[in-house]
């Protein structure tokens, strides 16, 4: 039976064997809805460094790395960026998922930016390709095409998934 004490204190003494074998108790669909609400519970960063400890074995707690960075650890610096690197994870073992490439255009709405005009434009055109009344692609299209050739030089982070 799972024991989210046990959870929780391998968790914190960086047990993360311990740790993995309750999470295992689980079912499956009960799991990353653990691992975020012992982020919230603890708000530590080990809970995040065990989820990126567990998409060794299993690349998909990428997604609860993600959102763990996404929801829980928003206020660290560079946050989006580490919930970006998990997300391009999953994408590239699932590219038929709409769900990922809205998350992209997620991330260059963002005030940081954190994609460029280019492969966020690729990702709505891959949107609408399956949801031609994709609103927010048809937005980011249109935003996009506004901008024309207007680039600015903020950080963005390269990818050539898309």
């Given at each position: 039976?799972?024991?989210?004490?046990?959870?929780?204190d391998g968790l914190l003494k960086q047990d993360f064997e311990k740790a993995k074998r309750e999470i295992d108790k689980l079912p499956v669909d009960k799991r990353k809805e653990?691992?975020?609400?012992?982020?919230?519970?603890?708000?530590s960063i080990i809970v995040y460094t065990f989820a990126c400890y567990l998409t060794e074995g299993d690349r998909s707690y990428h997604e609860a790395a993600e959102e763990l960075m996404l929801h829980v650890f928003t206020?660290?610096?560079?946050?989006?960026?580490?919930?970006?690197?998990?997300?391009?994870?999953?994408?590239d073992n699932d590219t038929d998922n709409l769900d990922?490439?809205?998350?992209?255009?997620f991330f260059w709405s963002v005030p940081e930016k954190l994609i460029d005009?280019?492969?966020a434009l690729r990702a709505a055109e891959k949107i609408i390709e399956r949801e031609a009344d994709n609103k927010i692609a048809l937005n980011?299209?249109?935003?996009?095409?506004?901008?024309?050739?207007?680039?600015?030089d903020r950080k963005r982070i390269?990818?050539?998934?898309?």
């Open positions: 039976m799972f024991s989210y004490e046990d959870f929780i653990t691992i975020l609400q012992a982020g919230y519970d603890t708000e206020y660290i610096e560079g946050a989006y960026s580490a919930a970006l690197y998990h997300l391009r994870r999953l994408y990922y490439l809205d998350m992209l255009l005009d280019d492969e980011a299209i249109a935003k996009i095409k506004e901008k024309g050739e207007n680039h600015d390269p990818h050539t998934g898309i």
